[in-house]
């Protein structure tokens, strides 16, 4: 079984909300990854999270805000956003700690987000 | 610095046509991974495989196959009597050292593949 749930599948929100995305995987996975994908462009790694810690961030604005409350959950919360953070985001899962070449990234559906 | 191109942009085949995807990375790494995934319309990325650059042999898996060549750094895709199903964006993408031994996907920019019935 390689499935990663993403909810909601499609968010609409203004930029003074705040919102949250959700991801879950039941591989024991023990590396979970936040992915932006604009139209037409392959996806861009935002950050990492290895053992539940945060391994990595691609320097991305403080809006967005990752939280990995244990090894099957990864939230990213959102505040503040602008129209052109509307994209897809994904998640990824993969089994080891991201620290090794032969990881496999399984990835989930993705939200939509559209910021107006 | 390690870059991965796909330079066909989009393709368009009729159903049951052969179609070939082109993939060409550059690494220095000695040891390093390729992957193919698929994204159709809904948006999941789809794995679809992974080699690493000690295994040149060509692997096969139903209408799917995949041609490594170490000599000139590609990796390239075929699909056999491709299918309405088939249409998506491809991606080829490479395991990257990224730095305190971490590893991430350096993806090329993909390849819209149509297949039109």
């Known amino acids: 079984d390689t499935e990663v749930t993403q909810t909601p599948k499609h968010l609409v929100m203004g930029m003074t909300n705040k919102k949250s995305l959700k991801c879950e995987q039941h591989m024991g996975h023990r590396a979970m990854y936040w992915y932006k994908q604009k139209a037409k462009k392959p996806p861009e790694l935002m950050f990492v999270y290895s053992y539940e810690k945060l391994s990595i961030n691609e320097s991305v604005p403080s809006r967005f805000s990752p939280e990995c409350p244990n090894s099957s959950l990864l939230n990213l919360h959102l505040h503040a956003l602008q129209p052109e953070d509307s994209a897809l985001y994904l998640c990824?899962?993969?089994?080891?700690?991201?620290?090794?070449?032969?990881?496999?990234?399984?990835f989930g559906p993705g939200t939509r987000l559209t910021v107006l | 610095a390690q870059k991965v191109t796909q330079a066909q942009t989009e393709i368009s085949v009729v159903e049951k046509e052969d179609v070939t995807l082109d993939c060409v990375y550059e690494t220095r790494d000695t040891t390093y991974y390729l992957f193919w995934y698929k994204q159709p319309p809904s948006g999941e990325l789809v794995f679809l495989i992974r080699r690493n650059s000690f295994d040149e042999q060509n692997e096969i898996s139903g209408r799917y196959s995949w041609n490594f060549q170490k000599s000139t750094s590609s990796f390239n895709f075929t699909i056999t009597a491709s299918q309405v199903v088939d249409s998506a964006v491809y991606f080829c993408a490479l395991s990257e050292d990224s730095g305190a031994g971490s590893y991430q996907l350096t993806f090329g920019k993909g390849t819209k593949l149509s297949v039109i019935p």
């Open positions: 990824a899962s993969s089994r080891t700690s991201g620290r090794a070449k032969t990881d496999t990234q399984y």
